[in-house]
């Protein structure tokens, strides 16, 4: 029974086999460290790209030190429109959520024609920043100078309804 005694288990002695099996597992640990390592040092590189590139807008500080970057035109035409909505609405008029902006625009024009002309022209250019169109720089300061006669008329008149 080649040293076997009945009823004893074979006994199990590292051999090659045994020896093999391990380094293959190690072989494989290291293998998907190096992977795991090597995405890492990838995606640092990827985030970084863009600010040595100079591909990100200028940074400015804003409160507390943190780091924000320049705001581009069609966020400041949305900024200007929201605002405006806000100063409307505490003059009574708030916009209701079943309506559009050009009919907004149209209750507001009936109802405190002293702020119609710059609505209208801040709705104007809200409008393709709303639905999918993209504005420049010009158009970011038409949509400003807008809110700021809305904001004087709504400051003024103490009360929205004409």
């Known amino acids: 029974l080649g040293g076997l005694e009945a009823g ?19 072989a494989a ?5 190096t992977l795991a390592l ?3 040092l990838l995606l640092f590189a990827w985030r970084a790209r863009g600010k040595e590139a100079g591909g990100e807008k200028e940074e400015k ?26 100063a ?14 050009l009919a907004y625009q149209a209750r507001v024009a009936r109802t405190f024609p002293k702020a119609a002309p710059d609505l209208a022209r801040l709705t104007g250019l809200y409008l ?3 639905y999918g169109g993209v504005v420049g720089e010009e158009c970011a300061g038409e949509a400003e100078e807008a809110l700021k006669g809305i904001l004087s008329v709504c400051s003024t008149s103490g009360s929205g309804k004409a």
């Open 8 to 26: 004893e288990p074979p006994r199990v002695e590292p051999g090659p086999r045994a020896l093999g099996e391990a380094g293959v597992a190690l």
């Open 29 to 33: 640990l290291s293998a998907s460290l």
């Open 38 to 40: 090597l995405a890492l």
């Open 61 to 86: 500080r804003g409160r507390g030190g943190i780091p924000q970057r320049e705001a581009l035109p069609q966020d400041r035409v949305r900024r200007a429109y929201a605002l405006a909505l806000k």
């Open 88 to 101: 409307l609405k505490a003059e009574g008029l708030p916009r209701f959520p079943f309506e559009g902006p």
């Open 128 to 130: 393709p920043v709303r």
